[in-house]
């Protein structure tokens, strides 16, 4: 399935891949004021094969498919504090362990 890739200038790590170069036809227009104006990356051929950092193949070309459009969001920040408590709990159960 050929798309187009597009980022936004407004939302850091958020694209929107759309079946035809320029035509956001498809896309609701509450999502396009969100994501601001798009800026292309590339164009692409995607296929179940294809590889994503952060999408699935198969989840991109259903939505696209079904919705005329895919769009990808930024994972969801690390809470470093909630690990390093984790951590720390861990330690002190490994703690009680050893006497």
Known sequence: MLC???KSIRKS???LFIPKR???SLVPDGLLAQFGPPQLVSVLNI???TKF???DA??????ITNNGYY???PPPPINYLQ???NWNATQQGNNHEIE
């Not at 198969?58 to 939505?63: D, G, L, S």
Request: aromatic share 12%.
């Open 53 to 55: 950092a952060l999408a």
């Open 58 to 63: 198969a989840k991109v070309i259903t939505a």
């Open 83 to 85: 690990e390093h408590k």
């Open 22 to 24: 320029d035509d956001f």
């Open 71 to 73: 769009l990808q969001l």
């Open 13 to 15: 790590q958020t694209y």
């Open 4 to 6: 187009a890739v597009y």
């Open 47 to 49: 296929n179940l094969q």
